[in-house]
T-cell receptor, first 118, second 113 residues
C-alpha cells in the first residue's frame, strides 16, 4: 500500500516571501500521479498543482511550483511571493496510474497548516 | 470552480437518528467519492463509485452506506447515528482520464450528541 508523509504539521511565512512544503511518499509502482490540494478554513478543498510521475519536468502553476524527485520519492511544493490568501491546510496526495478497479483513489498525507504573516 | 454541492453544511443531531448527507455534481462525472476527515487530520476514503449502480467500500471502515442511482447524485446514509460518527464528510467527483483530479464539495460537519 502507498503512504504519503508530510513531516511539517505547521509552517509560517511572511507575506511576499517564499515557502516550501515537503512531501514524501512510498510506493512500489513506477507510474502514478501526485497532487497538492489546498483547504482554506471552512472552505472547499481545491487542486493547486498536479504532477505525472513519467514527466521529468517539474509542474508549475503561476506562483506554485513543485520539486519532484522520483528516485527520492519526494514531491515538495514551493509557493513564491506568498499572499494572505495562501493561508490554508495543504495536502499532498498520491494516485496510482494503473487503470481500473480502485486505483482512482487518492491517498492523502496528514497535511501542513500554512500561516501567512502580514 | 467545480460544481459539486453538499447539504447540509452543518448538522447537529441526537444519537440514534437516521441521517442522509446529500452530494450532487453537475459536471457529468462518472466517479464519485466520500471521505471522512477529523479536525486537522488527513482524509480517509470511506466509499466510492465508478458509475450508476456501482459502489465500493473505501480504505476506512464505515458504518455508513451509499447509493448511486443517478450519475449526479451520491448520498451517504447513517441508519443510527452515534457520537463516534462525529466528523467532517467530504464528497468528491472526477471524470474518466488518467490525470483527472478530484473536485471536492464544501463538506458536511456532522456532530452527534
Amino acid at each position: 500500500a502507498q503512504t504519503v508523509t508530510q513531516s511539517q504539521p505547521e509552517m509560517s511565512v511572511q507575506e511576499a516571501e517564499t515557502v516550501t512544503l515537503s512531501c514524501t511518499y512510498d510506493t512500489s509502482e513506477s507510474d502514478y500521479y501526485l497532487f497538492w490540494y489546498k483547504q482554506p478554513p471552512s472552505r472547499q478543498m481545491i487542486l493547486v498543482i498536479r504532477q505525472e510521475a513519467y514527466k521529468q519536468q517539474n509542474a508549475t502553476e503561476n506562483r506554485f511550483s513543485v520539486n519532484f524527485q522520483k528516485a527520492a520519492k519526494s514531491f515538495s511544493l514551493k509557493i513564491s511571493d506568498s499572499q494572505l490568501g495562501d493561508a490554508a491546510m495543504y495536502f499532498c496526495a498520491y494516485r496510482s496510474a494503473i487503470g481500473g478497479g480502485s486505483n482512482y483513489k487518492l491517498t492523502f498525507g496528514k497535511g501542513t497548516l500554512l500561516t501567512v504573516n502580514p | 470552480e467545480a460544481d459539486i454541492y453538499q447539504t447540509p453544511r452543518y448538522l447537529v443531531i441526537g444519537t440514534g437518528k437516521k441521517i442522509t448527507l446529500e452530494c450532487s455534481q453537475t459536471m457529468g462525472h462518472d466517479k464519485m467519492y466520500w471521505y471522512q476527515q477529523d479536525p486537522g487530520m488527513e482524509l480517509h476514503l470511506i466509499h466510492y463509485s465508478y458509475g450508476v449502480n456501482s459502489t465500493e467500500k473505501g480504505d476506512l471502515s464505515s458504518e455508513s452506506t451509499v447509493s448511486r442511482i443517478r450519475t449526479e447524485h451520491f448520498p451517504l446514509t447513517l441508519e443510527s447515528a452515534r457520537p463516534s460518527h462525529t466528523s467532517q464528510y467530504l464528497c468528491a467527483s472526477s471524470s474518466t482520464g488518467d490525470n483527472q483530479p478530484q473536485h471536492f464539495g464544501d463538506g458536511t460537519r456532522l456532530s452527534i450528541l
